[in-house]
């Protein structure tokens, strides 16, 4: 089992959550943090120690307060802390919901797990760091019905930029003429709303703001 671990956690109740977790798990050094800065410190002094840590726990988001700091997200925490330990293993302990942003979190950052903070969040973090600790990634089975959900939705550049202009207010009879600007065809009034209807159905909304609330939680857009 992982002998080191930084955890980075604004909230005191999660924070509460992951020592239990930890504890559980008879990690021997734990360490927590309020703030992404804080962690950085601790990532570097254990390089130069030559004692680095073996995981690292972090929330996406950090709500701003009195202390000014320089890393304002957990994103941005994880960049530096790959920067200064390539091989780090890192869990986001998270309320991100979003498909797209979690798929992205993997992709792009390269972590190695993600559990939604919740009711069984305890129990998802404890299987979460013995998933990892077998050099494989964790991820809950709700959120990869999720991923898998969006892997299959395919939205053609007409259908993504209908959907994007909807979401920013533009009404379906001007969107005819900016479709025709951005050489995108079909751009017909009335394949606007076939298009439109298309959408709703594939995401089974109920209205044009349904449509665009659905697709912003899927991460679509």
């Given at each position: 089992m992982f002998q080191k671990v930084l955890a980075a956690e604004d909230f005191e109740s999660a924070s509460i959550s992951v020592q239990k977790s930890l504890t559980d798990l008879n990690i021997a050094e734990k360490k927590f943090v309020y703030y992404c800065d804080q962690a950085l410190v601790l990532l570097k002094e254990s390089l130069r120690e030559n004692k680095p840590f073996d995981l690292l726990i972090t929330d996406l988001s950090f709500e701003e307060d009195f202390s000014k700091q320089n890393l304002k997200s957990g994103k941005e925490l994880i960049v530096e802390a790959r920067k200064l330990l390539p091989n780090l293993k890192i869990l986001v302990f998270s309320g991100e919901k979003r498909p797209q942003i979690i798929k992205e979190l993997f992709s792009d950052l390269r972590i190695d797990g993600y559990v939604n903070k919740g009711r069984m969040d305890g129990k998802n973090l404890?299987?979460?760091?013995?998933?990892?600790?077998?050099?494989k990634?964790?991820?809950?089975?709700?959120?990869?019905?999720?991923?898998?959900?969006?892997?299959?939705?395919?939205?053609?550049?007409?259908?993504f930029s209908i959907l994007k202009l909807l979401s920013e207010g533009v009404l379906q009879k001007d969107m005819t003429e900016i479709l025709k600007q951005r050489s995108l065809k079909p751009n017909s009034l009335s394949s606007v709303e076939k298009t439109l209807n298309y959408l709703k159905e594939t995401f089974a909304a109920k209205s044009?703001?349904?449509?665009?609330?659905?697709?912003?939680?899927?991460?679509?857009?």
């Open positions: 404890k299987t979460a760091v013995e998933t990892i600790f077998e050099n990634t964790y991820l809950s089975s709700e959120n990869l019905i999720n991923l898998r959900k969006t892997d299959t939705i395919e939205l053609t550049s007409v259908e044009n703001e349904h449509l665009i609330a659905i697709c912003k939680d899927l991460g679509v857009l």
